[in-house]
Every structure is written in structure tokens, then in C-alpha cells.
């Protein structure tokens, strides 16, 4: 079973990597999120309580994903933003779990990163729910 939906296939991603390059350079639990579609536990990321100006990146391949001056206290546990930068991330249809959901990847190198939901703030009413094991945070300079 591959690990991506038809809507994309892992082998579309500017960035390339066998599994065992994947694993070699990523943790075992950003391995899980990043490259098995796993889902670290709500309110375990340090990511959660970052506030500085900023941006949130890949922590597979360091393309940039979201600013922080979007993210938001969504209140499940999860960093959560509104609105993604621009190229920072490609969409594919989930329908694990007996359910329809839209799947957010990095734009560079396809790794998972959570979903997206109709749910969130204004402006967009969308709410960008990442792992934050899948991500790192670059303070502005």
C-alpha cells in the first residue's frame, strides 16, 4: 500500500529519498508522522506554546510551511494555523478511518503532516491541524 493517496504519489515531490535515507535522518516518531501517516499525541509538542515571530518548516526537508503570525489556540492539542504559505504544502483525499478527510503534505518532499479542517478562524475559517513532531519552528532574525 503506498503511502500517499492517488490524488499525489510520493513520487511526484521535488524532494526524493529512499526509506532508508528517511530513516536515517528523522527520529523514530517524526519517521512515524512524516513518512507513516502517524499522529503524535495531543499536547506533547513543544511547538504548541511557540509564540516568537517566525516560521514553522518541514523538519524533513526545511521547506517552509506556515508563518506563526497564523497560528492559533484551536484547544486540540495540535499546533494549529489558518492559513499556509504560499507553496508550503499540497493536499491529497484521506479516507482511512471509515472517513473522508483532506490530508496535508509538504509541498517539497510529500511528507504528512496532519489535516485541514472547515472549522477554524477568520479569515479563511480553516484550521491547519499539524503534528508538531513534523515540523521545526525558525525564529525571524
Given at each position: 500500500m503506498s503511502l500517499f493517496s492517488k490524488d499525489k504519489p510520493a513520487d511526484t515531490y521535488?524532494?526524493?529519498k529512499s526509506e532508508a535515507e528517511w530513516?536515517?535522518?528523522l527520529s523514530p516518531e517524526a519517521f512515524?508522522?512524516?513518512r507513516q501517516h502517524?499522529?503524535?499525541r495531543p499536547g506533547t509538542s513543544r511547538l504548541?506554546?511557540?509564540k516568537r515571530p517566525g516560521?514553522?518548516?518541514c523538519a524533513a526537508c526545511g521547506h517552509e510551511l506556515f508563518d506563526n503570525a497564523t497560528k492559533f489556540?484551536?484547544?486540540t492539542g495540535w499546533p494549529s494555523f489558518f492559513k499556509p504559505l504560499p507553496g508550503g504544502i499540497a493536499t491529497t483525499t484521506d479516507r482511512s478511518f471509515f472517513m473522508t478527510r483532506t490530508e496535508v503534505h509538504c509541498a517539497q518532499c510529500g511528507g504528512h503532516?496532519?489535516?485541514v479542517f472547515p472549522d477554524g478562524p477568520a479569515p479563511t475559517g480553516e484550521r491547519y491541524c499539524m503534528n508538531g513532531v513534523a515540523m521545526v519552528f525558525q525564529p525571524a532574525e
Open positions: 521535488p524532494v526524493q530513516r536515517a535522518e512515524k508522522v512524516l502517524g499522529t503524535e504548541l506554546t511557540e516560521t514553522f518548516a489556540e484551536s484547544g503532516l496532519g489535516h
